[in-house]
């Protein structure tokens, strides 16, 4: 019943900017850390930025100093602010959330993905 959707990515060209959301619906308890990660084709999936339910955010980093993570818990919604956008951030960009569901443990849940794509 738990979804992730994702919404924000498309075509930029280098040095703009996007924003990307993520909103999680369904039977939520609570949600613990969220974040964003990236895949760039023949590479691994690999984490850009995290943030906790206290709203502390960590960076990989290559986007330290470019990027912005921010979440409204009242709206269970994570977001991810990117600026000075270089070809090498192009990727499909994944929510991920730890959540807790109708149980009582915590598990991570994946949003289907959707592509960022910097470019002249």
């Known amino acids: 019943q738990v979804q992730l959707v994702e919404s924000g990515g498309g075509l930029v060209q280098p040095g703009g900017s996007l924003r990307l959301s993520c909103a999680v619906s369904g039977s939520i308890r609570s949600i613990n850390v969220m974040g964003w990660y990236r895949q760039a084709p023949g590479k691994q999936r690999e984490l850009v930025a995290g943030i906790t339910s206290g709203g502390t955010a960590n960076f990989a980093d290559s986007v330290k100093g470019r990027c912005t993570i921010s979440r409204d818990n009242a709206k269970n919604t994570v977001y991810l602010q990117m600026t000075s956008l270089k070809p090498e951030d192009t990727a499909v960009y994944y929510c991920?959330?730890?959540?807790?569901?109708?149980?009582?443990?915590?598990?991570?849940?994946w949003g289907q993905g959707t592509q960022v794509t910097v470019s002249s």
């Open positions: 991920n959330a730890n959540l807790q569901s109708t149980g009582f443990l915590f598990r991570d849940y």
